[in-house]
């Protein structure tokens, strides 16, 4: 029998929904994108769903954790509980989406409220964000942890590494997963630093690192939930290297030539939903019934937001100089 | 009423607020134990603890990135820049994250930026920044810039308790060379509305900072010659108090902007842009502007001393406005 850390039956098929949604969420924006109706960039996480999913379940959202997702991480804040219509409505610009306009695909969320926090662009700025985050928890003794996502391109800039450093001389309840997908837009990971993995990028700064197989959805749980349990218990930062792969190109418009085809077909057979289902089967957690039984949902609540999505009006352009500064009361 | 220096209006208002409200603490670089590079924080942390005192490795973007972080938690930090020039290591920060974070995601973030600034004091170019401008474009941020003790410590107070961000401009030669009677009550200088300094019919001076006083000697001057000079504290730069700017050259039909930063796309310019659009009708001569060489601030006296604006070089500008 397999070790599941934990996760009961019920549990295994909770993530197994996670991942389904996150994929089939992503194909249906695909299509939205193809009709034009995506206004802005359309970035995948093909392959790499895994440890977005099974990385935020590790979390404790009732506890007040938080999750920092990058661009590919959708699965992060779908188990934090972000709705599929305000994804859908947040890439076709609407006006009732949660930015109502003024931001692109998933930067949004606010940590108190929502249980994760949307980045802004400046790869890196976000884990200095995250360290305020968990430092106000702390002082506001309410022993919440944050999870942040981060690349290999983005564990190159400043940010990255000053907001590391100071949230692990603090010793703050704070994850850092290092999602190691191969490239950075087009650049392979030998241009971005020559450290032989990125987990080792905690030494200069005195934090656990440690690497796991990011296609691997229990062994990115089982590594995530012990940094989790260590930043509750006050020990401090851990920098966890996942090891996956960027199947598709930076964004939809990208066709990833840069790529030699024989990799992309290696990651191509090591699918994380095709592995994880395939454990599942094998253990007797779950038959090829669930899984239809799960996507037939998956597939009814995509349908469902995308029509709520697609009703919804742009925003107005009165709206355009409002909720700049507090007082005028366009947020509340 | 107590005399209080200007470096003492500052941690009057940061102990102040600290001791009003837990939310608010103190982050950045020697802040704590040795109480600030110039002592501003000092006795922070025997009061407060270094809970609320938070001393930090010299990382400027994970000290506003961090106090922004805990701002979205509803914490109300004051963000330290040990000397304000340091704030452009942080600026990306802050115009990106900081600024934005209300108008794109509804995201209050209540930060307070604050650090000495300014010349005259021979810091050389990288301890004598006015960096105003360097701000003025980038829409979400407030910026103040209090030239007397009265005004460091009710628009510190202020600052701390308006929920966007705030830089706070203080000038380090101010520090310890004036001093003031300041009400024992709590107060504050609201954020937007500019002081007449100095009332006068014969032209406006518009001015902040430091500058104030090379403001005041000049004006002392022009009265010797029964020339009445207006003198406009503007105080906050960012909303900055445009009514008070309109009447007083709808009054007196002649100004001269002052400012201790560079000339060229200085925050003057804005606001002769701002008079020209909506007071031209008033004007009887050009707008003009007395500014630091467009030069990074030089370490040796005589340069620096040729770099600033002074009252010598806005006195000649002054009398070419009333020459004109």
Redesign the interface.
């Known amino acids: 029998m397999i070790e599941t850390f934990g996760l009961s039956r019920d549990q295994l098929l909770d993530i197994e929904y996670y991942l389904k949604l996150t994929r089939l969420l992503e194909e249906r924006l695909v299509a939205l994108f193809r009709q034009a109706k995506v206004i802005g960039g359309l970035y995948r996480s093909l392959g790499q769903e895994g440890e977005s999913v099974a990385a935020a379940y590790a979390l404790d959202f009732k506890q007040g954790d938080v999750v920092q997702p990058l661009i590919r991480n959708m699965g992060s804040i779908l188990v934090a509980g972000a709705r599929p219509a305000d994804i859908i409505r947040q890439y076709m610009a609407k006006g009732n989406s949660p930015t109502r306009g003024r931001e692109l695909n998933i930067h949004f969320g606010h940590p108190d409220r929502d249980g994760f926090i949307g980045q802004i662009s400046m790869l890196g700025d976000m884990i200095p964000v995250m360290a305020g985050i968990t430092l106000a928890g702390r002082m506001q003794k309410r022993n919440l942890v944050g999870l942040a996502f981060i690349g290999d391109g983005g564990s190159s800039t400043g940010a990255f590494w000053e907001g590391f450093n100071f949230a692990t001389v603090q010793r703050l309840p704070l994850v850092i997963i290092v999602e190691h997908n191969h490239y950075a837009y087009s650049t392979p990971t030998e241009k971005q630093t020559l450290a032989n993995t990125l987990a080792d990028k905690a030494l200069g700064v005195g934090a656990i690192g440690e690497t796991v197989d990011g296609n691997d959805v229990l062994a990115v749980y089982d590594a995530t939930k012990r940094a989790v349990t260590r930043a509750r218990n006050g020990e401090g930062v851990t920098l966890l290297e996942v090891k996956t792969f960027r199947l598709k190109g930076h964004a939809e418009h990208d066709n990833q030539s840069y790529v030699p085809r024989e990799i992309i077909d290696e990651w191509s057979g090591k699918d994380p939903l095709d592995r994880f289902e395939q454990l599942l089967v094998e253990n007797g957690f779950a038959t090829e019934e669930d899984f239809k039984a799960i996507e037939q949902r998956v597939k009814r609540e995509v349908d469902a937001a995308t029509d709520e999505a697609e009703q919804s009006p742009m925003p107005s352009s009165d709206e355009v100089t409002k909720g700049l500064f507090a007082g005028d009361g366009y947020w509340s | 009423m107590s005399e209080t220096t200007y470096i003492e209006a500052i941690t009057q208002a940061m102990a102040e607020e600290m001791a009003r409200d837990e939310r608010v603490?103190l982050i950045g670089e020697d802040v704590g134990a040795y109480g600030g590079a110039f002592k501003t924080s000092a006795g922070l942390i025997e009061r407060f603890g270094p809970?609320?005192v938070?001393d930090?490795?010299i990382?400027?973007?994970?000290i506003?990135?961090?106090?922004?972080?805990?701002?979205?938690?509803?914490?109300r930090?004051i963000a330290e820049m040990q000397f304000i020039d340091f704030i452009t290591c942080a600026y990306?920060?802050l115009v990106?994250?900081a600024a934005?974070s209300?108008?794109?995601?509804?995201?209050?973030c209540p930060i307070v930026v604050r650090g000495p600034a300014g010349g005259g004091v021979h810091g050389g170019p990288f301890h004598s920044l006015n960096p105003e401008a360097m701000f003025m474009n980038r829409?979400?941020l407030?910026i103040v810039a209090p030239g007397t003790a009265y005004d460091a410590k009710g628009l510190l107070k202020a600052a701390i308790r308006?929920?966007?961000p705030v830089i706070y401009i203080e000038h380090k030669y101010l520090y310890r060379r004036i001093k003031e009677n300041l009400p024992d009550d709590d107060y504050i200088v609201p954020i937007g509305k500019a002081n007449i300094r100095r009332k006068g019919k014969d032209l406006t001076i518009l001015t902040w900072g430091a500058m104030i006083y090379v403001a005041d000697e000049a004006a002392d001057e022009l009265q010797k010659d029964g020339v009445s000079a207006e003198i406009i504290d503007l105080r906050s730069i960012l909303p900055f108090d445009e009514e008070a700017i309109l009447e007083s050259v709808a009054k007196t039909n002649r100004v001269v902007i002052l400012h201790e930063a560079p000339l060229t796309g200085g925050a003057g310019a804005e606001f002769a842009a701002r008079i020209a659009e909506k007071a031209f009708d008033y004007l009887d001569a050009p707008i003009k502007r007395v500014a630091a060489l467009d030069v990074p601030t030089p370490y040796s006296p005589p340069l620096e001393a040729a770099a600033l604006p002074n009252k010598a070089k806005l006195l000649a500008a002054i009398r070419e406005l009333l020459a004109y």
């Open positions: 603490f809970g609320r938070i930090t490795p990382s400027e973007i994970a506003v990135g961090a106090a922004s972080g805990a701002a979205l938690m509803g914490m930090p990306d920060m990106n994250f934005t209300r108008y794109r995601v509804g995201s209050a829409p979400g407030k308006d929920d966007d």
